[in-house]
Each structure stands twice: as structure tokens, then as C-alpha cells.
């Protein structure tokens, strides 16, 4: 087979050089390179070898039967092969990006012999599955331009302001109710799900970024046992969510804010992130939040998705232990937390907090272990981690102070929070 190959490339060799080397016939390529081989083309009395060729194929029988073999499907099919081998795509990608035209004479010959023709394009690996797909794309778009475009075009374009307007008007609204009753869009929206594409991370950003509602498909997504889990969503149900949002879009144009989001999307964090997910005493947290009630691994893996990272990678069960180059000011990361705050019922907050830790065990117990010493302790020696503080340094450099968050989760679930 391997013989079989060769004396393939060699035939392919002489009719491409048979081709090019025939001056009445346009040029096969362009610059240094191609002015290298045709020097030594030109070396070779192509019209006298072609003649001794033509000669042999009329006049000799074992010739004559060696021609017969490239009309067979063997040899068509091992053309096909060879033409599909990364190692001989990354060769002719190099003499087609160098100036040779090799795209084009390698289609002569396929065209010849009956096979389709091939075409340059990256063989760069593929993850596989329509979620590898989805997250292939993902990977080769940049957030952060998308961020520093959207408020590019807010601020300057009339038409892109109205577009958006357009976006976020009631008719849209109705149109995603009218769609999300559509038994064969739910059909292909549940399929979409099935094969790992995280469809309701695609409605939060729509939500997010134009305010369009989304209807609860089926079972609501949750990040907590389904006790615990009531519980949570009747904290977020006192919330003004069109409110939050309106202040969150807002705050996209402050300057500390961009900052920080352009290092969360960023591979410096992303490397911290992995090295703190890597702590013993994270994993013991993690582990002690899934044994409260909590789907960490879920939270995470949103968090994760959120940022451009991949898939996070949980503690085995049996472990001990965007942007614009003009920003306004507006007050940064705690002025966002701040007003998002000023927007959140607190007092109604409070009140039903009273009544879960009367009427509901799950969250009780919930509470309680988030007040209790081992919670405290487990906290503590993340936060004296050497590894963990020079990600939090890192964090408040670039913009990304996460106290006055701290400081609203203790006012909302009545807990302290140790300090590092």
C-alpha cells in the first residue's frame, strides 16, 4: 500500500509539473517561491520527457497496465485518502500561504481522475458534537469586543439605539410568548438542550441585555435541593428584575466596571480562578455548600460559562479536606453594588427571612450551617490561603472589590461573613 502511495504522489508530481511547466498555460503561482521551483522547471525538457511518456503509453504493455490502475476506485480512493491527512494538508496549505497556486493544480488532477475537489481550510481539531460545535464557536468570539461595541453604538449610533428599542418593545415580548407556546419550537428547543447546549444561558443574556422574558420550560432551573431550592426563588421573586437591570446596563459604562469584566474575561484570571479551584480548602467549601443544600457544581459551571471558561471540575465526594477608549465615572464596582442595593426590599427581604426560619426546615437548616463554626473555620483558611490572597490583590487592582458584595449578602441572609 505504502508503494502504492508513492508511485501516486510521483504521478501526481509529473502531471502537476507537466501542467506548470507548459509556459502557453498561466502561471501557477506568484512571488519568491514560485520564482525558486520554476527555475529549476525550467532545467527539465518537459516537452522531451512528455514525448518518451506518451511513447511508453502507446508502445508498452507494462506501462500500459500500470496507467490502468489509475482509473480504479482503489486508486481514487487512496488519492481521497492522502488529500485528507492533516500532515499533507499542513504541506500544501504551506506552499498555497507561500505563493504556490498547489490548490489549484491538485483540482486539475482531481478533476481528471473523477474526485471532488478539495479546498484549504484549518484542521484544527474539533471538540465534536453539536455542544462542541457550540463551544468551539464560543471560543473564537471576543466578549470583550462585543461589551465595548454595544456601548459604542449606544452612545453613537442613532440607528443602533433604535434597533435596540425596537428589540426591547412590547411586540418583541409578545412574539417570544406567542413562540414559547409553539409545541414544535419547544420541541427543537428541548432537543437543542438534550445535546448540552446550555439554552437557558442564551435566554438570561437576552434577558439581560433587552429585557425580553422567557417563560419557565418545564422544570426551573436550580441551583439547590427542591426544598431549599422554593425557598431561594421566593427571595428572587421579590425582586424588581426590569429595575436591576435597567441600573446593571447603566453601570456597563463605567470605567472601573469595564475594567474589572475586561480581567474577569481574561487569562490571567482564568489561571487564578483554576489554581484556587485547585486548593484543598476550596474543595472542602465547595463540599460543604453541596452537603447544605446547595448545586455548587451547577452555580459554578454557570459562573464559568459566564466568563468563557470551561466546564469546572468538582471535588471527589470523599476529599478530607468591553469596551470603549473613553468610559465616564460613575463610581465603580461598590456604586453598582451600592445601587443595586438602594433597589432590592430589604425590608421584605427580612420579613420573609423571619418566616422561613420559622416555617421552613430546609432553609433553617440551611442557615444554620452557614452560621455555624465549621462553615466559619472552612472560610477562614481559604481566605489566609497565600494562593487566594494574591487573587483577591490581583482582583481589587483591576477593579474588582468584591467587599461591598459581601457586605449585601450578610445584610440580605443575616450571616457574617469572615474577613481575610
Not at 21 to 27: G, V
Request: hydrophobic share 45%; with cysteine.
Amino acid at each position: 500500500m505504502i508503494k502504492m502511495k508513492l508511485q501516486a504522489v510521483l504521478f501526481t508530481t509529473f502531471v502537476a509539473f507537466a501542467t506548470v511547466n507548459c509556459h502557453f498555460l498561466p502561471d501557477f503561482g506568484k512571488g519568491p517561491l514560485y520564482e525558486d521551483i520554476q527555475y529549476f522547471l525550467d532545467m527539465i525538457p518537459m516537452e522531451e520527457v512528455i514525448n518518451t511518456v506518451l511513447k511508453y503509453a502507446a508502445d508498452d504493455a507494462e506501462f500500459q497496465d500500470f496507467l490502468k490502475y489509475f482509473s480504479t476506485t482503489e486508486f481514487k480512493d487512496m488519492i481521497v485518502d492522502v488529500e485528507a491527512m492533516p500532515e499533507f494538508r499542513r504541506f500544501v496549505n504551506y506552499l498555497e500561504n507561500n505563493g504556490i497556486f498547489i490548490y489549484d493544480e491538485l483540482n486539475k488532477l482531481n478533476k481528471v481522475i473523477g474526485i471532488p475537489a478539495i479546498h484549504q481550510y484549518n484542521y484544527k481539531k474539533i471538540t465534536g458534537g453539536v455542544k462542541g460545535l457550540f463551544d468551539d464557536v464560543k471560543a473564537l468570539i471576543s466578549y470583550d469586543k462585543f461589551i465595548h461595541g454595544y456601548v459604542y453604538k449606544m452612545r453613537t449610533s442613532e440607528a443602533f439605539r433604535a434597533f435596540v428599542a425596537e428589540l426591547k418593545s412590547k411586540g418583541n415580548q409578545e412574539f417570544a410568548d406567542a413562540l414559547y407556546v409553539n409545541q414544535r419550537y419547544l420541541n427543537f428547543r428541548a432537543l437543542i438542550i438534550k445535546k448540552g447546549i446550555d439554552f437557558v444561558l442564551i435566554e438570561d443574556i437576552i434577558y439581560t441585555v433587552l429585557g425580553v422574558e422567557f417563560p419557565v420550560i418545564e422544570t426551573m432551573e436550580t441551583f439547590a435541593s427542591q426544598e431549599l431550592s422554593k425557598d431561594l426563588h421566593d427571595f428572587m421573586n421579590l425582586i424588581d428584575k426590569e429595575k436591576i437591570l435597567k441600573i446593571i446596563t447603566s453601570y456597563l459604562e463605567d470605567d472601573e466596571v469595564q475594567k474589572a469584566l475586561k480581567y474577569m474575561y481574561s487569562d490571567e484570571f482564568h489561571d487564578l480562578v483554576r489554581v484556587v479551584e485547585a486548593m484543598p480548602e476550596y474543595q472542602d467549601l465547595v463540599k460543604f455548600l453541596e452537603d447544605s443544600g446547595l448545586n455548587m457544581t451547577e452555580l459554578i459551571n454557570k459562573i464559568h460559562h459566564l466568563f468563557g471558561m470551561e466546564d469546572y471540575v468538582p471535588p471527589k465526594i470523599n476529599i478530607k479536606y468591553l469596551f470603549m477608549s473613553t468610559y465616564s465615572n460613575l463610581g465603580g464596582v461598590k456604586a453598582l453594588v451600592d445601587a443595586v442595593k438602594a433597589a432590592l426590599p430589604l425590608d421584605k427581604f427580612r420579613a420573609l427571612y423571619e418566616e422561613k426560619m420559622k416555617t421552613s426546615a430546609a432553609f433553617k437548616t440551611f442557615i444554620e450551617k452557614l452560621r455555624s463554626d465549621d462553615f466559619q473555620h472552612i472560610v477562614k483558611t481559604v481566605y489566609s490561603s497565600p494562593i487566594f490572597l494574591e487573587m483577591r490583590q490581583k482582583c481589587i487592582e483591576a477593579g474588582l472589590n468584591l467587599e461591598p458584595l459581601r457586605d449585601l449578602i450578610e445584610n440580605v441572609l443575616g450571616i457574617h461573613l469572615p474577613r481575610p
